[in-house]
C-alpha cells in the first residue's frame, strides 16, 4: 500500500465559523482522496485541497448506482484535544456496506489513520460549541465509464468532514415521527443494511410527506408484511416500557447496523436499564403508548446521537408520547454517550481514538 501523502494548500488557519452551522453545510480546506484498479488495488491516498471531483458522464456511479458512505465525528475536548469515537467500528461497516454492493474493501487501519491526519490537520474546524462538532463522510463511488450492469473496475474512495451543529435545529428535544404505511424503504436481502444512497434515495418522497405533517422523520416498516417496526430514517429506534426494559428491533437485514445502536445496548444495562432485541408490530406499539405501557421512544444514531420522539402520526392515529417531553431514559443515555464522545468522563469501553492537537497539554504530559 502507498504511503500517505499531505498536499499543501493555501488555507485559512483560523477560520470564522457561522453561528447557525445547521448540518453538512460547511466543508473545511482539506479532503482525503485515493483511486482503485482493479489490477493494482487503492492507489494515491494522499490529502490535499478540497475539490471538485471530475468523473466521466458514463461513470458507473451515475449508471448503476455503486456508491457507499458512512459518517462519524470528532468531538472537541474540554482541554483542546480531539476525540473520535468508535471510527473502527464505522470502517468496519463501510466495508459491509461496500462488499453488498460489489465494491473493493478498504484497510481498516489505514482508513483510521487517513481520519486522524485529516482530522489533526484541519482541527481549527472542530467548533467548540456545545452539542457541535466535526462531521466525517467517507465515500465510496464507482468510476469507470462503462454502461453495463456489472461492478466496476475503478473507484474513487474519498473522506470529506464538516463542521455541524445538532442535527435536528431544536436541539435535544422531542421530534415528531411519521409511519410510513404504504412505502417501503428496504426489504431483508435488499441492500438495506448498507448505507448507500439508492435506500436515501427511496425515503425522500416519503420525508416530503411527513414534513407536511410537521413530522422531522419517517419510521419504516418490514417490507414483507408491512407491520414490523424497522428503523427511523437517520437512526435505528427504541422503546421503552413503563416496567424499565428498553426495547429496539433486532437487525434483520433490513435495519443498518447502528455504531451508536450498539453502543446503546452496550452502555444501558450498565446505567441500570434492561434492554433486549425484539420485533414489534406498529400496532402494538400504537396501543402501548395510548396505553402508558410505552413511556419513551428514542432514535439512536451518529447525526443526532439520541434523538427523543415526541409524537407519533399513523394513518389517522396521532399520539403523544410522554407529553412530548424528554423522558430520564434517553436523558440518561444521551448524557452518558455524550460525556465520553467529549471526554467528560472515562471511557470505559475503549470507544475513544485521541487525537492530540494542543501542543501545550501534549508538552505537559511528556
Known amino acids: 500500500m502507498a504511503a500517505l501523502k499531505i498536499e ?3 488555507e485559512n488557519l483560523n477560520p470564522e465559523l457561522p453561528e447557525e452551522l445547521g ?3 460547511y466543508f473545511t480546506n482539506r479532503m ?4 482503485y ?12 485541497p478540497y475539490r471538485d471531483l471530475q468523473l466521466n458522464p458514463a461513470a458507473e456511479a451515475f449508471q448503476c448506482g455503486q456508491m457507499v458512505f458512512d459518517g462519524t465525528k470528532a468531538y472537541r475536548r474540554a482541554d483542546g484535544d480531539l476525540n473520535l469515537f468508535r471510527v473502527a467500528s464505522n470502517a468496519e461497516r463501510f466495508n459491509r456496506s461496500a462488499t453488498r454492493m460489489g465494491m473493493p474493501t478498504v484497510d481498516v487501519d489505514f482508513h483510521v489513520e487517513v481520519i486522524s491526519e485529516l482530522v489533526r490537520l484541519e482541527h481549527r474546524w472542530v467548533p467548540k460549541d456545545p452539542d457541535a462538532s466535526l462531521y466525517i463522510r467517507p465515500v465510496m463511488i464507482a468510476s469507470e465509464a462503462a454502461l453495463e450492469v456489472r461492478a466496476s473496475r475503478e473507484y474513487l474512495h474519498y473522506i470529506i468532514v464538516s463542521p455541524v451543529g445538532a442535527y435536528f435545529a431544536n436541539g435535544f428535544n422531542p421530534i415528531s415521527v411519521f409511519v410510513s404505511d404504504e412505502h417501503v424503504r428496504a426489504v431483508r436481502g435488499g441492500t438495506g443494511e448498507a448505507k448507500t444512497p439508492g435506500n436515501y434515495a427511496a425515503s425522500i418522497a416519503v420525508t416530503e410527506q411527513a414534513r407536511s405533517l410537521d413530522c422531522q422523520q419517517v419510521l419504516w416498516l418490514d417490507a414483507v408484511e408491512r407491520k414490523y417496526i424497522d428503523e427511523v430514517g437517520a437512526m435505528n429506534i427504541a422503546f421503552v416500557y413503563k416496567d424499565g426494559v428498553i426495547k429496539t428491533p433486532p437487525l434483520s437485514g433490513a435495519i443498518l447496523h447502528g455504531v451508536t445502536r450498539d453502543s446503546v445496548l452496550r452502555l444501558a444495562p450498565d446505567l441500570g436499564f ?9 400496532a402494538e406499539v400504537m396501543r402501548d403508548v395510548a396505553a402508558g405501557e410505552i413511556t419513551e421512544i428514542f432514535g439512536m444514531g451518529t447525526a443526532a446521537v439520541v434523538a427523543p420522539v415526541g409524537r407519533l402520526v399513523c394513518g389517522d392515529q396521532d399520539v403523544l408520547v410522554n407529553e412530548n417531553v424528554v423522558g430520564p431514559v434517553a436523558k440518561a443515555i444521551y448524557k452518558a454517550l455524550t460525556d465520553i464522545q467529549y471526554g467528560r468522563a472515562e471511557d470505559p469501553y475503549g470507544w475513544t481514538t485521541r487525537v492530540r492537537v494542543n501542543p501545550v497539554v501534549e ?3 511528556k
Open 37 to 48: 484498479e482493479e489490477s493494482k488495488g487503492w492507489l494515491e491516498p494522499a490529502i490535499g
Open 363 to 365: 508538552a505537559a504530559q
Open 23 to 25: 448540518f453538512g453545510r
Open 8 to 10: 499543501p494548500i493555501v
Open 32 to 35: 482525503f482522496l485515493q483511486r
Open 274 to 282: 434492561d434492554i433486549v432485541e425484539e420485533r414489534l408490530t406498529i
